[in-house]
C-alpha cells in the first residue's frame, strides 16, 4: 500500500448559471481587469488515501467524486492531481 | 396520523413544523434523530429546513447519508408521504428522491421573506385542501433555492404536471420555470424551498400553508 494524494477539481456545470463566477467576474472587470472574460467559482478537495496503485487511488476518488464530493446533476470533477507521498 | 420529523445536526425548522402537526392540526408526531434506524412507524415523514451538517460540501449532501436516510428512502419507495422542507427539499434531491438539484440564489445573496406562489395542482395528497390556481403567501429562507434541472427533466415535470407550486410576480432564486416545489413521479414526495408550517397559524399573520398539512390528513390513510 501507497499513500497518494489525490486532488480533485469541482466546477459548476458549463452553461448552467453560475451567480458566483459571474460576481466576481463583475468585480474584478470593476477593479480594471478588463481581460476578464469569466469566472468560475468551484471547489477544490484533496483526500489522502491508501492504495496499491496509482490507478486504484484514482478510480478510488472518482467513485467519492459521483458518490458524495460532486453532484452529478450540476457539477462537474476532474482530478488534477495524483502523487505518492 | 402520525408524523415523523427527522432532526440532523443542524435542523432548525423541526419546532416549527411540530408546531403545525401537533398543535395546530392536533395530530401525533415524534422527532426522528438522524442516527435512528427505526421510523416508529409514522406514517408520513417531514425533512425540515435548517442546515443540517453545516451545509457542507454541498446543502443536504452529507445528511443525504444519514442513517435514518435509509429507512426514509425506503419508506417513500413504498410510496408512503415524504414532506421535503426548504433544507429537506435539498436532502431530498440529494438522495435521489426528487430529481434536480438546489443552487444557489441567482443573486447570490439569502433571502428571507414572504413570496407568492401559485398552487398549480390539487391533483395531489400535499395540495388536496386548496383550490387550483389559488395563489399563497408562504416565507421563504434560503440561500440555496435555485432549483436545476436538465431541459428534458423540465419538460418532464411540466408534462407530467409535476410542478405543484410556482413562484408568481417575482422569481426570487432564478429558480428554473419559476418552480416553487416539485412532486416525484409517483407523487408522494413533495419537495418545496417555501416553508408552510411557518404560516399555519392565524396569530402569527397568515394559514397559507396549513393546507399543506391538511390535505394529507384528508388523503392519506392513516
Known amino acids: 500500500m501507497t499513500r497518494y494524494r489525490v486532488s480533485v477539481e469541482i466546477k459548476p456545470r458549463e452553461g448552467i448559471l453560475d451567480p458566483q463566477g459571474k460576481a466576481v467576474a463583475d468585480a474584478l472587470r470593476t477593479l480594471g481587469f478588463a481581460d476578464v472574460k469569466d469566472v468560475h467559482v468551484g471547489r477544490y478537495v484533496v483526500v489522502d488515501a491508501d492504495s496499491p496503485t496509482e490507478s486504484r487511488a484514482r478510480e478510488s476518488v472518482g467513485a467519492m467524486c459521483k458518490k458524495l464530493l460532486a453532484n452529478p446533476v450540476v457539477e462537474d470533477f476532474h482530478i488534477t492531481r495524483v502523487e505518492a507521498l | ?222
Open chain 2, 1 to 222: 396520523m402520525k408524523f415523523g420529523i427527522v432532526r440532523f445536526p443542524g435542523s432548525n425548522c423541526d419546532t416549527d413544523a411540530y408546531h403545525a402537526v401537533v398543535d395546530t392540526l392536533g395530530e401525533e408526531a415524534v422527532y426522528l434523530w438522524h442516527k435512528q434506524h427505526d421510523l416508529q412507524d409514522v406514517d408520513v415523514v417531514i425533512l425540515p429546513g435548517g442546515f443540517a451538517y453545516g451545509d457542507y460540501l454541498r446543502a443536504g449532501a452529507i445528511a443525504r447519508f444519514s442513517p435514518i436516510m435509509n429507512e426514509v428512502i425506503a419508506h417513500a419507495k413504498r410510496g408512503a408521504p415524504v414532506l421535503a422542507i426548504c433544507n429537506g427539499f435539498q436532502v431530498a434531491c440529494e438522495a435521489g428522491l426528487l430529481p434536480g438539484a438546489l443552487m444557489r440564489n441567482s443573486g447570490l445573496q439569502f433571502i428571507c421573506e414572504p413570496i407568492r406562489m401559485r398552487v398549480e395542482t390539487t391533483d395531489t395528497i400535499f395540495t388536496a385542501n386548496y383550490t387550483a390556481g389559488q395563489i399563497i403567501r408562504v416565507p421563504i429562507a434560503h440561500g440555496e433555492g435555485r432549483y436545476e434541472a436538465d431541459e428534458a427533466t423540465l419538460d418532464q415535470l411540466e408534462s407530467q404536471g409535476r410542478v405543484v407550486l410556482r413562484y408568481v410576480g417575482v422569481n426570487p432564486n432564478g429558480s428554473a420555470r419559476d418552480i416553487a416545489g416539485v412532486v416525484n413521479e409517483a407523487g408522494n414526495v413533495l419537495g418545496l424551498m417555501p416553508h408552510p408550517e411557518r404560516v399555519v397559524d392565524s396569530a402569527l399573520g397568515s394559514t397559507d400553508g396549513l393546507a399543506i398539512f391538511s390535505s394529507l390528513l384528508a388523503r392519506v390513510p392513516a
